[in-house]
């Protein structure tokens, strides 16, 4: 269940339901060859080192301190570049509340984005007993009661025979293979990212060897399910050319009540999925933050980041993470449309954690043959060396597909000029890998 809170999102929902009935498929397939790979991989990982430290500890025993905090900086950064797609999903959300038409209006959804942002960082700031409150109720009311809702009206809306926007065939079981179709799926293996963060738990299992795979794989059948059911209802009744990324949920929700003659539940349903995303948030607000402040004991951050307040809170890391964010949405003011916003900053957020992925599958295999003897109470395929690299080695490839994948411009997003939008990709990589190692080059200087 932990898994399953960390992962299931309402958030992903309409991009991919965007593929219609070969959504089917593609989950199937990338929880076979990314979801599960990254689970097992990182439970080995965490079971064989009793420190905290997260994926920092695991590279760093195989890599170095260096790459070491180049993983946990590339999950803290992805989390920064990813919450104003989260958010303009809340503020889309909140919209309904007021107008639906303010979906499309930048400067309504930037003021909402940076509101609801700073207002999630303060309670943060107020220690851990707050900002799981948050993020205990929101998880309930936000996310599991409208995502089995929708799911329901989505079944009720086929079992009785109501027009379907999509073709439920053996031929639209699979995906058309066409390199700006193919793009979608970067969103799709990032809604599957963050089994590592549940990993630690591991060790804690009972018998972890038969258990915790057989974890894994319910866990992930669960989260399957949810994406999969929940997408295949929005795409019943709303036309693949008019789901939008930010705002399809609540599309979708409007027109199932105003069909059963219930409207007036829409800004119902709009208030819990906004509590709902913003309890996501208040969640990965503060996960990523402990992860980069660990590294301070390793002596690989300025001092001008090794701060907390009474709350034991790294505040100086969380301020720094704030400022990215507010000029990051200027992204929505530049692009053509909020759904070539929303895609843009998503595009980047994925690759930037797929690098994490990458070192972490690496680390994995380096260490099974470096470390053999290291006491570990879980293993991939128990000893044998070839299953370790058989899966790690999947999950690798599979990121490193999909981390090329996000160069290309998809299919029915209006993402404005090429240049800008491979530069754009570029220059940020670029700049945010680097952040590392002007990192260690600075704390030297101290």
């Known amino acids: 269940m932990i898994n399953v809170a960390a992962i299931a999102s309402l958030r992903s929902l309409p991009l991919a339901a965007s593929y ?137 809306w086929w079992c009785i025979g109501k027009p379907l926007e999509i ?31 549940s990993a630690v738990h591991a060790k804690e299992v009972q018998n972890p060897n038969k258990n915790f795979p057989r974890a894994i794989f319910s866990s992930s059948l669960i989260i399957v399910l949810l994406f999969t059911l929940g997408s295949l209802a929005i795409s019943f009744i709303i036309p693949k050319g008019e789901i939008s990324l930010v705002a399809g949920v609540m599309d979708a929700f409007s027109l199932f009540f105003k069909s059963f003659n219930i409207p007036w539940f829409t800004p119902v349903l709009a208030l819990l999925v906004a509590i709902g995303t913003m309890a996501q948030v208040s969640t990965w607000l503060i996960g990523p933050v402990k992860g980069i402040y660990a590294t301070a004991e390793h002596g690989l951050l300025p001092k001008f980041f090794d701060k907390t307040n009474s709350k034991n809170v790294p505040y100086m890391v969380i301020l720094f993470q704030g400022l990215v964010v507010s000029a990051l949405l200027i992204v929505f003011l530049i692009m053509p449309d909020i759904n070539s916003s929303y895609w843009l900053l998503a595009a980047l957020a994925t690759q930037l954690y797929l ?33 370790i690299c058989v899966v790690a080695g999947v999950g690798f490839l599979v990121s490193l597909a999909v981390f090329f994948l ?28 680097s952040v590392p190692f002007w990192a260690i080059k600075a704390k030297k200087n101290d």
């Open 20 to 156: 219609g009935f070969s959504i089917i498929f593609i989950y199937i397939a990338g929880a076979l060859l990314f979801l599960i790979p990254s689970a097992l991989v990182s439970a080995e990982l965490a079971t064989a080192f009793h420190e905290t430290g997260g994926i920092f500890l695991w590279v760093e025993k195989a890599f170095g301190k260096k790459w070491g905090f180049q993983a946990i900086w590339m999950q803290f950064i992805e989390n920064v570049i990813w919450f104003p797609t989260a958010l303009s999903f809340a503020a889309a959300t909140i919209a309904y509340l007021i107008n639906p038409a303010l979906v499309q209006n930048k400067i309504y959804m930037i003021a909402m984005i940076f509101g609801i942002f700073w207002a999630t960082t303060i309670i943060n700031l107020l220690g851990m007993k707050a900002s799981g409150w948050v993020s205990s109720v929101g998880a309930i009311f936000g996310t599991i009661i409208p995502g089995a809702l929708i799911i329901l009206l989505g079944l009720i």
């Open 406 to 433: 996000g160069f290309v411009p998809p299919d029915g997003v209006n993402t404005g000029s090429i240049i800008f939008y491979e530069g754009f990709l570029i220059i940020g990589l670029a700049l945010l890998c």
């Open 355 to 387: 690098v994490m992925y990458l070192l972490m599958f690496a680390a994995a295999i380096y260490l099974r043959f470096t470390q053999p003897n290291l006491k570990r109470a879980y293993k991939v395929f128990g000893d044998n060396k070839i299953g």
């Open 167 to 197: 073709s439920m065939t053996a031929a639209n079981f699979l995906p058309k293979m066409n390199i700006g179709n193919l793009v979608f799926t970067a969103g799709i293996v990032f809604s599957f990212a963050g089994m590592e963060m």
